[in-house]
């Protein structure tokens, strides 16, 4: 599965952000998806993850801030981002793993899209 991610830009504090990550060669009804971000000279963190059962598991510094959602329709997986802080700056990245699970490591998704930049001004 190859997957596209969309959406980032300049954003103010307190301002809203969607992300998008479409996907193609396959559908990802069978897929557990999740979003990664990763700051300058920081490692790669967890966001979000959602399986296909639905199941949900959210970072702690995102949760009640950050929604994730799918369109298996469109074959596509979303992030709302509100409540946006300058320490939410970061490449974001969407993740695909053939799991029911769901998976909050780098190590469990052999899938990646390109990345797209998040920048939140204060």
């Known amino acids: 599965v190859q997957l596209q991610a969309s959406g980032g830009g300049l954003v103010q504090a307190g301002g809203s952000l969607r992300l998008s990550c479409a996907a193609s060669?396959?559908?990802?009804?069978?897929?557990?998806l999740g979003w990664f971000r990763q700051a300058p000279g920081k490692e790669r963190e967890f966001i979000v993850a959602n399986s296909w059962t639905g199941s949900t598991t959210y970072a702690d510094s995102v949760k009640g801030r950050f929604t994730i959602s799918r369109d298996n329709a469109q074959n596509t997986v979303y992030l709302q981002m509100n409540s946006l802080k300058p320490e939410d700056t970061a490449v974001y990245y969407c993740?695909?793993?053939?799991?029911?699970?769901?998976?909050?490591?780098?190590?469990?998704?052999?899938?990646w899209g390109q990345g797209t930049q998040v920048t939140v001004s204060s």
């Open positions: 060669g396959r559908t990802l009804s069978r897929y557990s």
């Open positions: 993740a695909a793993a053939l799991t029911p699970l769901v998976r909050t490591t780098r190590q469990g998704y052999p899938y």
